[in-house]
């Protein structure tokens, strides 16, 4: 089972692997951020908790883009705001960090990946996602 007890979080498979990202739980009757990420490897059929985030981001949006997670908008319980962060994780080094801010907080994200076909790069398809990947870096 999962390391940390926890709600509104998200997930995503990366390489094989299941990541349980962020969300929240109630603790002595206090909803907490819950900040740890906890991977699932199905070789070893063990959850392994790794990197934290940096903030709590309940409610997120989260998707995988060049192998890197990343986890959008969200809620904060410690500070009661939603926010604005996108945060972005390397798994090669196994660190979190923050990866740009939307103009405005968002919470109750859905986020996707598409992986397209080399063809799908010409006009005017390509300057759409192109847009989406400027963002994203």
């Known amino acids: 089972s999962l390391n940390t007890e926890r709600g509104l979080h998200c997930m995503v498979e990366m ?13 002595n009757g206090y909803r907490r951020d819950v ?17 934290p985030l940096f903030e709590g981001q309940s409610e997120a949006g ?8 990343f986890v959008v908008g969200g809620h904060t319980w410690r500070e009661r705001k939603d926010v604005r962060t996108v945060s972005k994780y390397d798994a090669e080094k196994d660190q979190w960090r923050k990866n740009n801010d939307f103009p405005e907080a968002l ?5 996707c990946s598409l992986s397209l ?7 005017p398809l390509f300057n759409i996602f192109n847009e989406w990947e400027f963002q994203m870096n």
């Not at 900040?35 to 990197?51: F, G, L, N, R, S």
Request: proline letters at 4%; charged letters at 20%; a negative charge.
């Open 35 to 51: 900040v740890q990420t906890d991977m699932y490897d199905p070789v070893i059929d063990k959850w392994i908790e790794i990197a």
């Open 107 to 111: 919470t109750s994200v859905a986020c």
């Open 117 to 123: 076909p080399s063809y799908v790069h010409e006009e």
């Open 15 to 27: 390489n094989n692997k299941l990541y349980a990202i962020g969300g929240n739980n109630k603790t």
């Open 62 to 69: 989260a998707a995988v883009v060049n192998n890197k997670i």
